[in-house]
């Protein structure tokens, strides 16, 4: 033990450490749940690109039927701002 580590010193630096521990903790606890969070919005937003395209082949699909077999394609459009 050196000269300078006497109890009132251990005292206050294990305080000092486990006031730095609980802060990590909560921090981790409030990462955790962000974590969380952003993982069921990634989830909803997949499902909704999911029916996005679904619904984006669909009308595609009504398109080309309306255009007699499909001579026209959506991807020939030029877009408006040309």
């Known amino acids: 033990m050196?000269?300078?580590?006497?109890?009132?010193?251990?005292d206050q630096?294990?305080?000092?450490?486990?006031?730095?521990l609980a802060y990590q903790?909560?921090?981790?606890d409030t990462l955790d749940q962000a974590v969380a969070q952003q993982e069921?919005?990634?989830?909803?937003l997949e499902q909704l690109s999911a029916l996005m395209r679904e619904?984006?082949?669909?009308?595609?699909?009504a398109l080309?039927?309306?255009?007699?077999?499909g001579a026209h394609r959506l991807e020939d459009d030029v877009?408006?701002?040309y």
Do not use: I, M, V
């Not at 619904?55 to 699909?61: K, M, N, V």
């Open 79 to 81: 877009p408006p701002h």
């Open 64 to 69: 080309s039927a309306q255009n007699d077999g």
């Open 2 to 10: 050196p000269d300078h580590a006497t109890p009132a010193t251990l």
């Open 13 to 20: 630096r294990l305080e000092a450490l486990e006031t730095r």
């Open 25 to 28: 903790e909560h921090w981790l």
């Open 40 to 44: 069921r919005r990634l989830d909803k």
């Open 55 to 61: 619904r984006l082949r669909e009308q595609h699909q």
